[in-house]
């Protein structure tokens, strides 16, 4: 990339919202050229952004090699709240800024989205829609499903997503338990959720929701020995990062009766992040489980919303303002 006049330059390392208008109305008004690319290996971004002065990033890797690649950046805006594709520990050292959206961005669509997953795989609704569609007009075709009243909503993370999810579970007459090892065990109860161990949570769930980060800690933290402690009729739901279950694992449980279904927000080979992707991943084979493509922060209203915080954030940056969702301290660096 060529040092243009003006104030710098800003790219959008890759993006799927089909334009990027709301962003070059946001970096072009405040006078800096904008350059949009489909990177998706951490080679292309140096390639594409090595002087740029500000990136934007949905799904592509910002790692140490691109940072140290970079001459020019100040500041790495995320689309969305997790940072696990950028390492921030490389930009401190190097005095770039990371930037992220806070929760409340997607905070009711995933909360929403994490509740019609469970329902759908509780319910047996892509069941009973399959058959019904191959002619199979029969309430046996779900069988076993069991009453939802009663039994044990678990979730792994209690932060401002899962306090939504729990409100909403709660109509249902189920039990809220909750596992976050950040959280004093008062402020859980608080809420009228049961704080629980990690282990209490996985062997006494019937239906258990993930909502917690991708972190060194959480990656494949539901792997074969973790499935192998719930119960036969519980059901898994992940609407957190797909690395945090073991996709071979996961398939081995669904198939040998380990736990009873499962309902994923994502797969661990995160298929927005490959150029080309085929669906060859054995689980979109099984009946039992319901896959959603990473869709539950959609709606018209949040994607509007995060392109924009993201866009603002980096000019915010680049003008010497303080960025209002700071991921690291760029006084830390070197």
Known sequence: MTRTDGNGTILIADYDFG???????????????????????????IEKGRDADGVLTQYVRIGSRAIDAFTRC??????????????????????????????????EEVADHAIALWLAAARKICQYDRATRQGE??????????????????????????RLIAERAKGFGVEVWAHD?????????????????????????????????????????FDRA????????????????????????????????WIAGAALDDLEEEPAKQRDWRPRNALLKLPNVVITPHAAYYSEEAMRTVR???????????????????????????
């Open 137 to 162: 007009w029969h309430w046996k075709t779900g069988r076993p499903i069991r009453r939802l009243r009663g039994r044990v909503f678990g979730l792994l993370s209690f932060g401002y997503i899962a």
């Open 308 to 334: 924009r915080i993201a866009a603002e954030e980096a000019v915010r940056v680049l003008t010497g303002q303080p960025p209002h969702s700071p991921v690291n301290d760029v006084t830390a660096g070197g």
């Open 181 to 221: 090892p950040f959280l004093d065990e008062p402020e859980i109860r608080s809420r009228d959720v049961r704080p629980v161990s990690f282990d209490d949570l996985v062997e006494g769930a019937d239906y258990l929701v993930i909502q917690s980060p991708l972190t060194p800690q959480t990656h494949h933290a």
């Open 74 to 107: 100040r500041v790495i805006a995320r689309y969305g709240t997790g940072v696990d594709i950028v390492d921030v520990d490389a930009a401190t050292r190097r005095g770039i800024q990371v930037t992220n959206a806070p929760n409340e961005w997607c905070a």
């Open 226 to 257: 973790t499935l192998h402690r719930m119960k036969p009729t519980a059901i898994l739901i992940n609407t957190g990062r797909g690395p945090i279950v073991d996709d071979a694992a996961i398939y081995q449980a669904l198939t040998e009766g």
């Open 19 to 45: 334009d990027v208008d709301i962003e070059r109305a946001i970096i072009e008004g405040a006078g800096f050229q904008l350059i949009a690319e489909q990177c998706k290996i951490e080679d292309e971004v």
